[in-house]
């Protein structure tokens, strides 16, 4: 048995004094994570540090095979696969693929490209570092391009500013394809209905057509056929994500991202791949093969 003296005792207290309030801080700290949101559904945060959280990323960081509904393929694909209507084979570029050859790439059979501007809301901070760059790229190499800007918008204000975004980026530049408004942020959808998503939609696509440019609405099959189902989609061209042998979505769509384990010349790494469908503009080379022309099939070589 342990005996203290009034000495003892005080210094026992204090040690049992220290040890209750570190427990309690403990729970304290517990509690309030509980209640803070974590960065993943935090848009604001994660708009500025580009830390995409949607079918294809968790914080920014790729997941390749971890989305079933998206990646239905049993092995992943390095090449377009076979597809007899379709116009034109491309790729789409942002800052995480690096520096592109864009000779090797015209060289690699690449007929065309989606360049991201930027992401969110009009800030110089949130311009994709390598825009100016890729644009330059394609106009050297011959390379039809359009564009995309990777949405965070969950007000049709932010949204406006988004439109403001890319339409201060695209400032003398010459486009062949539409222009873009990538939806698949996973906070957006949990957070608004269908309507406010098509209202956000309309905002931007609306500014867009006002200045001229084609818009179109990028996102996955599952986006277009459960989430993005408000009329108002119907009257802007569709650029579908389905990582599939063949394109499943039973809506219409002028654009397939059919990988995102393509092989490239030219693109250190991983590289999306899409099928373009449409002659926008009428300057996308059409690829070997045969194509329907205003109802009429006619089998295409060497772009004739």
Same mark, same amino acid.
């Given at each position: ?41 935090? $848009?604001? #945060?994660?708009?500025?540090? /580009? *830390? @995409? ?9 790729? %997941? =390749? ?109 010459? $486009?062949? #394809?539409?222009?873009?408004? /990538? *939806? @698949? ?9 269908? %309507? =406010? ?108």
């Amino acid at each position: 048995m342990l005996v203290f003296n009034d000495e003892g005792d005080m210094f026992m207290k204090k040690i049992i004094n220290k040890f209750c309030a570190i427990i309690l801080s403990c729970f304290m700290v517990l509690g309030l994570t509980a209640l803070v949101p974590s960065y993943a559904y935090d $848009l604001e #945060y994660n708009e500025q540090h /580009d *830390l @995409e959280n949607s079918f294809r990323y968790t914080n920014g960081e790729r %997941k =390749e095979s971890s989305s079933p509904s998206l990646f239905t393929r049993a092995s992943s694909t390095s090449s377009w696969p076979e597809d007899s209507k379709a116009i034109a084979k491309g790729i789409d570029i942002s800052t995480h693929n690096g520096k592109v050859d864009w000779k090797r790439v015209k060289q690699g059979g690449v007929q065309y490209a989606i360049l991201r501007c930027g992401y969110g809301t009009n800030s110089t901070s949130q311009d994709d570092s390598r825009w100016e760059e890729n644009v330059q790229g394609c106009v050297n190499n011959s390379i039809p391009y359009g564009v995309y800007l990777y949405s965070y918008a969950d007000t049709v204000e932010k949204a406006s500013s988004e439109a403001d975004h890319t339409i201060r980026l695209l400032a003398g530049k010459k $486009l062949s #394809y539409p222009v873009y408004y /990538d *939806l @698949e942020e996973y906070a957006v959808r949990e957070k608004l209905s269908k %309507k =406010e998503i098509g209202d956000i939609a309309e905002t931007f696509c609306n500014k867009l057509a006002a200045k001229g440019y084609t818009p179109g609405i990028y996102a996955s099959k599952d986006w277009f056929t459960n989430y993005l189902t408000d009329a108002r989609f119907s009257k802007w061209t569709k650029w579908v994500a389905q990582y599939n042998s063949t394109c499943t979505y039973a809506g219409s769509y002028d654009m397939w991202q059919c990988s995102s384990t393509g092989s490239v010349l030219g693109v250190s790494g991983n590289v999306d791949l899409n099928y373009s469908y449409k002659n926008f503009n009428g300057t996308a080379n059409l690829a070997d093969g045969l194509h329907s022309v205003k109802g009429t099939l006619y089998y295409y070589r060497n772009n004739k």
